[in-house]
């Protein structure tokens, strides 16, 4: 199976692109839905986040504040790092787990600090998704509660376009319309299928046999 990693910064249109590659058949597994899996009420690493970041993360029912844990962790680069123990172990187990189940010819990983946490070798091909920063400003204010300098903070704290260029096998630029959009996707679909349905040499089977 083709192991596609999926990233792009905030408001680039992700979202957009794994719901039109799911619509065309596409396993994708996505960090933000395992994220919230992990974070659930009642688990092991929600109660080890309020230990490590009080009790003002949490709501009064004792679910995870979400927005409030995002302010914390994008304005304090260690705290961030803390968060990322305490989530990224189980959440690479539990993609892992669910790839290992999957019979498509290709499956897509949707890891929004992809390249953040250099984990680009561990794909077969890194798919990155940009867009200019005016569109994600726009978007993602569009979506979210989040004023402008939170976003800002929230894109400074994330790879930069070049970094995320030099990493990508792919190159999806969505500054368009979504059906312009869906056309790179159906595009990049194909070429997928195509690239899994090749014969796999001895030395690239060793390598994920050691994955």
Do not use: W
Not at 86 to 114: G, N, Q, W
Not at 161 to 185: F, M, T, Y
């Amino acid at each position: 199976m083709l192991r596609i990693a999926l990233t792009g910064g905030i408001g680039s249109g992700k979202s957009a692109v794994t719901e039109h590659l799911r619509a065309l058949g596409a396993t994708v597994l996505d960090a933000d839905e395992f994220s919230h899996q992990v974070t659930a009420k009642g688990s092991a690493a929600l109660e080890r986040i309020g230990e490590a970041f009080g009790a003002g993360v949490l709501n009064p029912d004792g679910s995870l504040d979400r927005a409030a844990l995002r302010q914390l962790v994008f304005a304090d680069a260690a705290a961030r790092s803390q968060l990322e123990a305490i989530l990224h172990p189980d959440i690479r187990r539990r993609m892992r787990e669910a790839a290992e189940k999957t019979d498509t010819p290709y499956c897509v990983f949707s890891i929004p600090l992809l390249i953040e946490t250099g984990r680009t070798k561990d794909f077969d091909r890194v798919l990155v998704v940009e867009a200019p920063t005016s569109m994600r400003r726009e978007r993602t204010a569009r979506r979210s509660n989040l004023d402008r300098k939170q976003i800002d903070a929230i894109i400074a704290a994330q790879a930069s376009d070049e970094e995320r260029r030099q990493a990508a096998d792919d190159l999806i630029v969505n500054d368009g319309s979504l059906d312009a959009l869906c056309a790179k996707v159906n595009v990049l679909n194909q070429q997928y299928l195509e690239l899994a349905s090749q014969p796999v040499a001895e030395s690239e089977i060793n390598a994920l046999l050691r994955r």
